[in-house]
């Protein structure tokens, strides 16, 4: 009751291209890898919008300059 061999994975992919046929199993995997890639840009996107309100949410220091009101 192992893992099964080569050959079984072989005769179970036959079946099933037998089943489906190779031009659908070629478009599922078409669609497959177009939903991968669109869902990695669609994180990419949310890591840098996190970022970028990550850094604006974060209080900022601003340096200003005190101006001598007495020396009129």
Do not use: N, Y
């Not at 939903?35 to 970022?51: D, H």
């Amino acid at each position: 009751m192992g893992s099964l061999s080569i050959g079984h994975w072989l005769i179970v992919l036959a079946i099933v291209a037998l089943i489906f046929g190779t031009k659908k199993l070629r478009s599922v995997g078409s669609d497959l890898g177009g939903a991968i890639k669109s869902f990695k840009e669609g994180v990419g996107v949310g890591e840098a919008s996190t970022s970028v309100s990550s850094a604006t949410s974060t209080p900022a220091t601003i340096d200003v300059q005190a101006k001598d009101v007495t020396a009129r």
